[in-house]
Nanobody
């Protein structure tokens, strides 16, 4: 069956870095547009970043551009998110998600074809 399993979350101080990873199975990863989405306490889903199937093009939400980098390794069915200069506003559960097409600033879970359970990122001193 389809699985997306995230890892790499944790507690980090403001200004610190974390690298999230997601391993996919059960679908053709190299054909999928992949996304990172986050959900903060009391807030809705917020799209963070997108990468195209061959990894050559990426898009970012304004607040993370220049701080976060999305990447993928299709040989390993892996998606990554390097997060630098973290602030308390980045505290959230981060989900790995996939779709068969480009979604423009998606805001609902049901827009995605594939969805991971998430990993908690907490930025606090």
């Amino acid at each position: 069956q389809v699985q997306l399993v995230e890892s790499g979350g944790g507690l980090v101080q403001p200004g610190g870095s974390l690298r999230l990873s997601c391993v996919a199975s059960g679908f053709t990863f190299s054909n999928a547009w992949m996304y990172w989405v986050r959900q903060s306490p009391g807030k809705g889903l917020k799209w963070v970043a997108t990468i195209n199937p061959d990894g050559t093009t990426a898009f970012y939400e304004d607040s993370v551009r220049d701080r976060f980098t999305i990447s993928r390794d299709n040989a390993k069915n892996a998606l990554n998110l390097q997060m630098n200069s973290l602030t308390s506003d980045d505290t959230a559960v981060y989900h790995c998600a996939g779709a068969s097409e480009l979604l423009v600033i998606p805001s609902r879970k049901d827009e995605y074809n594939y969805w991971g359970q998430g990993t908690q990122v907490t930025v606090s001193s």
